[in-house]
């Protein structure tokens, strides 16, 4: 079975502060996503990687940014949290072969007060 | 006009009967459909994938794909009020690559 894990499920922070959410996989997944998912507005794409060290911008990059030094782990930052990125965050991966089904973590209920 | 369309619902329906969820798709050239299942709180669960058109069946549920018509569905049969959850169409789109694209879900309420 794929699993994804993401460091917390829920996570409380003040605007302004540095914020990083990690996800990892443990079937050695080339493809890893970063999702948002708002109530009204589904699920949207910040930021993808294809590789070690590779990203692509989603649909809503800004106010995000990633890092991927190892294939198993796919970190999303956020460089200064603002009240309007909380958010239930959701990372998924998957691999090069398939119909490209994505598995999802946990995800993370992020609060910024 | 939005690139993965769903009713939102919520679409209720007794227990036992047959639960039926639609999703149209504007991309003609799409390749690939899936459907994920989204308890209340929890992150989306893979249930079925389809990339040809006509059925197919996996336990109680059924994936139709329509392309001429850009439409695809999911049935479920016997619904249990464990079925009880959003519904998320995914698409892939040309050009997209990795990319899935999702539509905003249909809630299903399977009531006793």
């Known amino acids: 079975d794929v699993k994804v894990t993401q460091s917390s499920r829920y996570l409380v922070k003040r605007t302004g502060e540095k914020v990083f959410l990690e996800c990892v996989q443990d079937m050695d997944h080339e493809n890893m996503f970063w999702y948002r998912q708002d109530p009204g507005l589904g699920l949207r794409l910040i930021y993808f990687?294809?590789?070690?060290?590779?990203?692509e911008k989603g649909d809503i990059p800004e106010g995000y940014s990633v890092s991927r030094e190892k294939k198993e782990r796919f970190s999303l930052i956020l460089e200064s949290a603002s009240t309007n990125q909380t958010s239930m965050y959701l990372c998924?991966?998957?691999?090069?072969?398939?119909?490209?089904?994505?598995?999802f973590g946990p995800g993370t209920r992020l609060t910024v007060t | 006009q939005k690139e993965v369309e769903q009713n939102s619902g919520p679409l209720s329906v007794p227990e036992g009967a047959i639960a039926s969820l639609n999703c149209t798709y504007s991309d003609r050239g799409s390749q690939s459909f899936f459907w994920y299942r989204q308890y209340s709180g929890k992150s989306p669960e893979l249930i079925m994938f389809?990339?040809?058109?006509g059925d197919k069946e996996d336990g109680r549920f059924t994936a139709q794909l329509n392309k001429a018509s850009q439409y695809v569905s999911l049935l479920i049969r016997d619904s249990q009020p464990s079925d009880s959850a959003t519904y998320l169409c995914a698409v892939t789109l040309t050009g997209g690559g990795n990319k899935l694209t999702f539509g905003t879900g249909t809630q299903l309420k399977v009531e006793l």
């Open positions: 998924a991966s998957r691999g090069d072969r398939g119909l490209y089904e994505q598995y």
């Open positions: 389809i990339y040809s058109n």
């Open positions: 990687s294809y590789d070690v060290k590779m990203k």
